[in-house]
């Protein structure tokens, strides 16, 4: 019998382990359990109708032909138009590359930019994406923990002490996954300032941007331009199973990241580019700006309810949408916790693991995407002294 061979770039790249508990949840809903979801890193609002309206234009007419590698001109030139609405920042049409999903543009950035052996900064906790993909690449993830203390985002300060010889970037997100926090820009401005001084790159995270719910923020192009900036429709926009995301790149590098996606994918999807063209719409923001404010209401419902559980939570999540919690008072395992709960309660979370290593074992991420009656339904099991008590003997 012949053996299977996989490649070695495969070793060490973990799946979603929340995969395997969403498996599960949707086997119990299929035996009538119903359950209440706060595991999954997706809307729960529909795509806006303006921009399904768009789509659906474009699909009637048939034209559905390739566009250029890095993306729609008339959609380049809408993002660019979004950056000084909201910014008040001039980004150039001819840096911007629509890309397949924000996860395309990851690829294209870490494909671009690291050779095997080189090596990325990033935080621990992070999305896991980040450290995967730079397996994948032959890269070396030099994962940093990082706690309350500095909000659960990387400081220049350890940024500095991490560098080696063989370190070509840094990966900050800004709001963040699991957390939910922003790193404040004099901070990113120092970071970006430290890779260039020593020959590397600075990649942000932008995917969250819209969906922030204090103080005051900005694109990390609003003080460099050497950055290389992701960002996402799926996120504010509500436009996940679209698949399309955008980067920002330096002038030098356009070409490079022109050619890989040529190779890659040929072109992002073209119905999604058209319809995308609607998103920037007034009608469009003001849909989105009425979620992002139910987000909001949802976040205040949920961090004091957690808390009043058992979970700490010692930093308030600025954006996204999600709340990172430990949950050592009420486990020892964080997967178990989340395994038992689904089991016994119905309710779906993602555990700490699928984050990284630091004190995963202690960490919890709730999504709240969905309303807050289904909120409220589940802190109510969790509450349950029945469901605690089972929970608490792992």
Same mark, same amino acid.
């Given at each position: 019998?012949?053996?299977?061979r996989i490649a070695q770039r495969l070793t060490g790249v973990a799946p979603?382990?929340?995969?395997?508990?969403?498996?599960?949840?949707?086997?119990?809903?299929?035996?009538?359990?119903?359950?209440?979801?706060?595991?999954?890193?997706?809307?729960?609002?529909? !795509?806006?109708?303006?921009?399904?309206?768009?789509?659906?234009?474009?699909?009637?007419?048939?034209?559905?032909?390739? !566009?250029?590698?890095?993306?729609?001109?008339?959609?380049?030139?809408?993002?660019?138009?979004?950056?000084?609405?909201?910014?008040?920042? !001039?980004?150039?049409?001819?840096?911007?590359?629509?890309?397949?999903?924000?996860?395309?543009?990851?690829?294209?950035?870490?494909?671009?930019?690291?050779?095997?052996?080189?090596?990325?900064?990033?935080?621990?906790?992070?999305?896991?994406?980040?450290?995967?993909?730079?397996?994948?690449?032959?890269?070396?993830?030099?994962?940093?923990?990082?706690?309350?203390?500095?909000?659960?985002?990387?400081?220049?300060?350890?940024?500095?002490?991490?560098?080696?010889?063989?370190?070509?970037?840094?990966?900050?997100?800004?709001?963040?996954?699991?957390?939910?926090?922003?790193?404040?820009?004099?901070?990113?401005?120092?970071?970006?300032?430290?890779?260039?001084?020593?020959?590397?790159?600075?990649?942000?995270?932008?995917?969250?941007?819209?969906?922030?719910?204090?103080?005051?923020?900005?694109?990390?192009?609003?003080?460099?331009?050497?950055?290389?900036?992701?960002?996402?429709?799926?996120?504010?926009?509500?436009?996940?199973?679209?698949?399309?995301?955008?980067?920002?790149?330096?002038?030098?590098?356009?070409?490079?990241?022109?050619?890989?996606?040529?190779?890659?994918?040929?072109?992002?999807?073209?119905?999604?580019?058209?319809?995308?063209?609607?998103?920037?719409?007034?009608?469009?923001?003001?849909?989105?700006?009425?979620?992002?404010?139910?987000?909001?209401?949802?976040?205040?419902?949920?961090?004091?309810?957690?808390?009043?559980?058992?979970?700490?939570?010692?930093?308030?999540?600025?954006?996204?949408?999600?709340?990172?919690?430990?949950?050592?008072?009420?486990?020892?395992?964080?997967?178990?916790?989340?395994?038992?709960?689904?089991?016994?309660?119905?309710?779906?979370?993602?555990?700490?693991?699928?984050?990284?290593?630091?004190?995963?074992?202690?960490?919890?991420?709730?999504?709240? !995407?969905?309303?807050?009656?289904?909120?409220?339904?589940?802190?109510?099991?969790?509450?349950?002294?029945?469901?605690?008590?089972?929970?608490?003997?792992?």
């Amino acid at each position: 019998m012949q053996e299977n061979r996989i490649a070695q770039r495969l070793t060490g790249v973990a799946p979603f382990h929340v995969m395997e508990l969403l498996a599960r949840a949707r086997a119990l809903e299929a035996q009538g359990r119903h359950i209440v979801h706060m595991e999954i890193g997706e809307p729960d609002f529909p !795509t806006a109708k303006p921009i399904c309206d768009a789509g659906i234009r474009v699909i009637e007419t048939g034209n559905l032909f390739y !566009t250029p590698a890095l993306g729609l001109p008339e959609l380049r030139e809408a993002i660019a138009r979004f950056y000084k609405e909201r910014y008040d920042v !001039t980004v150039p049409a001819s840096r911007i590359i629509i890309t397949s999903g924000a996860s395309g543009a990851l690829l294209l950035a870490i494909a671009v930019l690291i050779d095997s052996g080189d090596g990325v900064l990033m935080a621990d906790p992070g999305y896991p994406c980040n450290r995967n993909v730079v397996r994948m690449m032959g890269g070396v993830a030099d994962e940093i923990a990082v706690g309350a203390d500095s909000a659960y985002q990387l400081t220049p300060e350890l940024v500095e002490s991490r560098w080696t010889a063989k370190t070509r970037a840094v990966m900050v997100a800004s709001p963040s996954n699991p957390t939910g926090t922003l790193m404040p820009a004099p901070a990113l401005e120092r970071i970006a300032a430290l890779a260039r001084a020593r020959g590397g790159s600075l990649i942000v995270d932008e995917i969250y941007h819209g969906l922030v719910y204090e103080n005051e923020y900005t694109t990390a192009l609003s003080f460099c331009d050497d950055v290389f900036v992701i960002n996402s429709f799926s996120k504010y926009f509500n436009m996940t199973g679209w698949r399309l995301g955008w980067m920002v790149v330096p002038d030098a590098y356009v070409r490079e990241f022109e050619k890989l996606s040529q190779n890659i994918y040929l072109s992002a999807p073209t119905p999604s580019q058209h319809a995308a063209l609607a998103a920037f719409e007034p009608a469009t923001i003001a849909i989105l700006e009425a979620r992002r404010a139910e987000f909001k209401a949802r976040r205040d419902f949920l961090l004091p309810a957690l808390r009043e559980i058992g979970f700490s939570i010692p930093v308030v999540p600025q954006g996204a949408f999600y709340i990172y919690a430990d949950c050592s008072a009420l486990c020892d395992d964080s997967f178990a916790f989340a395994r038992d709960l689904l089991e016994h309660a119905g309710v779906a979370i993602t555990p700490g693991l699928d984050f990284g290593a630091n004190l995963a074992s202690r960490h919890v991420r709730f999504a709240y !995407t969905s309303e807050i009656p289904q909120l409220a339904e589940g802190v109510k099991r969790i509450r349950s002294e029945e469901h605690t008590s089972e929970l608490q003997s792992h």
